[in-house]
């Protein structure tokens, strides 16, 4: 891949990755348990792909451009999947819901 062309992909990636962190809060709020209900209800395969999404982009812009401020939006979507980690370790333990 010639420069321009990971420039262009690194600032497309960089989008992708700041537009899924804008919609994961907004998404909570609407949702009706908050994380719980965005990571395991109705449509909780959507925002698994999109951590994966966002995982993918992050780790491509970092290669490519070196945009360590893209970090940044890591509390925002990873809060959600370190809370589910955190609620299923505890279900192992049998403290569930």
């Known amino acids: 891949m010639a420069i321009a062309d990971k420039t262009t992909a690194a600032n497309w990636l960089t989008a992708i990755a700041i537009g899924i962190a804008a919609v994961l809060p907004l ?3 609407v949702t009706e348990y908050g994380w ?15 951590v994966v999404v966002w995982i993918v982009c992050v780790v491509c812009v970092l290669r490519w451009r070196n945009r360590w ?13 370190v809370m589910s980690g955190a609620l299923l370790g505890a279900c192992v333990k049998g403290d569930c819901l």
Request: hydrophobic share 70%; no cysteine.
């Open 27 to 29: 998404w909570q709020a």
């Open 36 to 50: 719980l209900g965005v990571a395991f209800g109705r449509r909780s395969l959507l925002f698994w792909a999109a």
């Open 69 to 81: 401020w893209v970090l940044l939006t890591a509390p925002i979507v990873l809060y959600p999947v």
